[in-house]
Structures are given as structure tokens and as C-alpha cells.
């Protein structure tokens, strides 16, 4: 399916992390990489600890992280500790479907 682009008419109001991609491609390192994350307490590393958990303690917990926007145009938010505490919900579920059933999208 084909899908019109979307062409922003105004300055992003938080200015893009990523302004030279060939600058940071040429700079990356795996050691850099593992350095940005925070890691699970005790040890190891989890997506959704980096995606969300570290975030819901964060000074931007009370952000939007995920807003759903339903075919009736009904709006829904949802804050990052509305979403770290669905995905620890998720985890932690002695019988959870192999494919997630709740998706987060962080916002930068």
C-alpha cells in the first residue's frame, strides 16, 4: 500500500538528535552503544527496561509516550509509567503470547 507523505510545515519544536547520519554512522562504536545503556539493575539488558522502565523515573515521565488515535478519531495518551507499567504487566506473565501485544513508541 502506498502512503502520502507527510510534509511538516512548521520547525520541529524539540530540534532532531540525528542532524548527520554519515557523521554518526563513521562515528559509532558497539562500545559507545552499550555505553548509552542503562542496563537491568543486578545486571543484563532488556529493551523494554531501556525503551520504557528507565524512563518512567526519568524527569520526562509525565510525557506523552504513546498517543493512539482510534478510526472514530477518539485520542488516547498514554504517559511513560501508564507504559512501563503495562509492559512489566506484559513481562512478567506466566503465559504471555509469543508476539507482544502492546507496542510503545518513545517520543525523543
Known amino acids: 500500500m502506498d502512503w502520502e507523505t507527510i510534509h511538516k510545515d512548521t520547525a520541529p519544536v524539540v530540534p532532531p538528535r540525528l542532524t548527520d547520519y554519515e557523521e554518526a554512522r563513521a562515528a559509532f562504536t558497539w562500545d559507545r552503544a552499550r555505553g548509552a ?10 529493551i523494554a527496561h ?27 495518551d498514554a504517559n511513560v509509567p501508564a507504559c512501563a ?3 512489566r504487566t506484559h513481562h512478567s506473565s506466566p503465559r504471555r503470547p509469543a ?3 502492546f ?5 525523543p
Open 37 to 46: 545503556l542503562a542496563g537491568l539493575p543486578g545486571g543484563g539488558l532488556s
Open 50 to 76: 531501556e525503551a520504557v522502565d528507565r524512563r518512567a523515573v526519568s524527569q520526562r515521565a509525565d510525557k506523552v509516550a504513546l498517543r493512539c488515535i482510534a478510526r472514530d478519531d477518539a485520542v488516547t
Open 85 to 87: 507499567s503495562t509492559t
Open 99 to 101: 508476539v507482544p501485544t
Open 103 to 107: 507496542l510503545v513508541a518513545h517520543a
